[in-house]
């Protein structure tokens, strides 16, 4: 079990460039997420999926879209990149628990992207 | 104010210190409450989930204060890997996106 995978880890952008970060897991999960961390604050959510084909906007969705075409793939494209979206994006996936209270999110190793 | 809040530290104890954190939280009707670890560079990992009753995991216990609003981290007989910033998250309604992350609380500890 690899759990959660990203790709790529590290990249450097000049302003205006685009790209897709790639986000994989292998343990069924309903729900993905991906998440930016910047210094002094806490993980933000960009956006997320409750299952195949469905996406939604979280709290910081401007500059950002998201495509989950296969169940275990979550896709985040920056279409024209900018400086302030310089950070660490992180990818996570989690399911319901039996009991219904407690979702574990598992979250991927990030990846560190710098937008000059 | 901040839906979730955390001192950030960073509080150095020395090996074998006993050291706790707490995290607020502003909405009464949050259901699922997380305490997760990160290192530096690296992404976050679950620690441990609270549950109302509190729980203990080795030298670690949680628990859950609803009427203050509050959950704490207890860490008992500190070691160097310890030395991590912790993450207090809430989600204010299960199975749903919202989960709300505290900016953590670095912890150092020293030989």
């Known amino acids: 079990n690899a759990g959660v995978t990203q790709t790529p880890k590290f990249r450097v952008l000049k302003t205006g460039q685009s790209m897709t970060l790639l986000c994989a897991q292998d343990?069924?999960?309903?729900?993905m997420y991906w998440y930016r961390q910047d210094p002094g604050m806490g993980l933000r959510l960009i956006h997320y999926?409750?299952?195949?084909?469905?996406?939604a906007k979280g709290e910081v969705p401007d500059g950002y879209n998201v495509s989950r075409l296969k169940k275990q793939n979550f896709l985040l494209g920056l279409e024209s990149a900018a400086p302030s979206q310089t950070s660490v994006y992180f990818c996570a996936s989690s399911s319901p628990s039996r009991r219904g209270l407690t979702d574990t999110q598992y979250f991927g190793p990030g990846t560190r992207l710098t937008v000059l | 104010r901040k839906e979730v809040e955390q001192d950030p530290g960073p509080f150095n104890v020395p090996e074998g210190a006993t050291v706790a954190f707490n995290c607020t939280y502003s909405n009464s009707a949050s259901q699922s409450f997380f305490w997760y670890r990160q290192d530096c560079r690296k992404e976050p990992k679950l620690l441990m989930s609270v549950y109302s009753s509190g729980n203990e995991d080795g030298r670690f216990t949680a628990q859950l204060n609803r009427a203050s609003q509050y959950i704490s981290l207890l860490i008992r007989d500190s070691k160097l890997s310890d030395s991590a910033t912790y993450l207090c998250?809430?989600?204010?309604?299960?199975?749903?996106?919202?989960?709300?992350f505290g900016t953590g609380t670095r912890l150092k500890v020293l030989a």
């Open positions: 998250v809430v989600n204010t309604a299960p199975g749903t996106y919202k989960y709300i």
């Open positions: 343990m069924n999960h309903e729900y």
């Open positions: 999926s409750v299952g195949e084909g469905t996406t």
